[in-house]
């Protein structure tokens, strides 16, 4: 590991650190950005995909990060949107994990891929956060509630987020890439909340939301809303109520590119019924929306469903 470099670069709020790294290797003298991503793992390059070994050799490397393994993996990875439906057993491993420095989350939280493992290929911005972070801190990068699955706007600006084909194998920044005018395509009510919830998790305590309560308010808003049935659910009115809630074309590009490539019928009935499958938060999502005006509602039912189990 080289030694820390002396020069002060500090990351920004909700920056990934993957972000964070690229400005760091622009300024750091590096010659190969493979080289320089490979020197982040303490354990060597055969430890790349692993979360906190990277945190570890970015503190390291630049003395910057400051806060500790646990914040930063708060603060700047998608570590509690991932963690915050697991069941039980699944979470408590993973917080375990964490405060050990050994998480590994196959780059899921360190790159902010999308749930099924696999790497980012399209990185997003939003113009108008990009000119805020020239004004406020001299530079572009890329924030992490942009980066969410699902999530195609900028809930702050209402401005559709603009999208690049890029990986982490490349150092890139929003900077990198023509600002052109932004889409006058309008800005759906369902898209924004989708965004500004996904924000909501990125900032609540993982696991936080077990998933065995939310099992039970989902089956009680459920009931509340008539979709009771004689033996079960209706599930064809809960799917219904999805598809008119998001939409069917908006359902198929999320479900091509972030969820497992099945049909609804498939994974939507397990998904408040089954106790013993873990599935993405984008899923629990989908669903709350459907049921829910807003999260805020679906967050307190939850909670006293946790307190009463108590």
Known sequence: MKSTLNFDLKIAPAETL??????????????????????????????????????????????CLEQGNTQISKNHTAFNYLGAFLRDPTWNDMRLKQGASKLHMSNRAFSLANEMGTRIQQFR????????????????????HHLMPGVEVCWRHQEILQKVQASIHTDVLPKDFKIETNSPEPVREQSIWLAKTSETLLATEAGSLAREAVIEVFQARMISLGFKAQNGFCRKKIRQKLIATWGTHALERISARF?????????????????????PTLHHLLLIGALYKNFDTFFRNVQEQLNGQN
């Open 259 to 279: 969820l497992v490539r099945q049909p609804i019928e498939d994974w939507l009935p397990s998904l408040y019924t089954n106790h013993n499958l873990s599935f």
């Open 18 to 63: 993957y972000s964070y790294a690229v400005r760091f290797y622009r300024r750091s003298g590096y010659r190969s950005w493979g080289n320089f991503w490979n020197k982040l793992s303490v354990n060597g390059p055969r430890s790349s995909d692993s979360m906190l070994t990277k945190i570890d050799g970015l503190a390291q490397l630049t003395g």
């Open 125 to 144: 911005y939003c113009m108008s956060c990009c000119e805020e972070q020239i004004q406020l801190f001299g530079h572009t990068y890329w924030a992490r």
